[in-house]
C-alpha cells in the first residue's frame, strides 16, 4: 500500500516540477503551496519532502544528469523524462530509506504512463549509471 500511495505522491511531485519549469512559477511559491497542503493534511509529508528537496538540490542533480546522459544535452532531453529523473535522483541523494532499485522501478513507470515508450529505456539506462556513483 505504501508504494502505491507513494507512486501518486511522485504523480504530484512531478507535476509540481512541470509546473515550475513549464510556468516558470517561483519554486518558493510551490514549496510554500505543498508546506500550506502536506500541513493541512492535504498532501503528505513525503510529497512535500520530496518537491522541496529536488528544488534545493537541483544544481548538482542537473550535474548527475549532464555528466551520465550519454550524447544528450539536458535541455534537449523532455522535459517530462528531466523531471523524473531528477526526482528519482533526488531520492537517490536524500532518502536512504528507499532501496535504489524500488525509486528506478518508479522512474521507469511514471515514463511509462507520462512520456513516450522509449523513455523508459532512457531513464533507466541513465539512472541505472547514476546509481554507482550515488552508492
Not at 39 to 61: M, V, Y
Not at 65 to 84: A, P, Q
Not at 88 to 93: D, F, G, R, S, T
Amino acid at each position: 500500500m505504501l508504494r502505491k500511495t507513494r507512486r501518486k505522491q511522485r504523480e504530484k511531485v512531478l507535476e509540481f516540477l512541470y509546473r515550475m519549469e513549464i510556468g516558470n512559477e517561483p519554486a518558493e511559491e510551490l514549496v510554500s503551496e505543498l508546506k500550506s497542503e502536506a500541513d493541512a493534511g492535504k498532501s503528505a509529508p513525503f510529497t512535500f519532502e520530496l518537491f522541496s528537496r529536488t528544488c534545493r538540490n537541483l544544481e548538482k542533480i542537473d550535474g548527475l544528469l549532464s555528466k551520465y546522459s550519454k550524447n544528450w544535452n539536458l535541455e534537449r532531453v523532455g522535459m517530462i523524462d528531466r523531471n523524473i529523473m531528477r526526482m528519482a535522483v533526488c531520492e537517490m541523494l536524500e532518502f536512504v530509506d528507499i532501496p535504489v532499485a524500488v525509486t528506478i522501478d518508479e522512474a521507469i513507470e511514471l515514463s511509462k504512463k507520462y512520456s513516450t515508450p522509449s523513455a523508459a529505456k532512457f531513464v533507466n539506462g541513465v539512472l541505472d549509471r547514476i546509481k554507482t556513483e550515488v552508492k
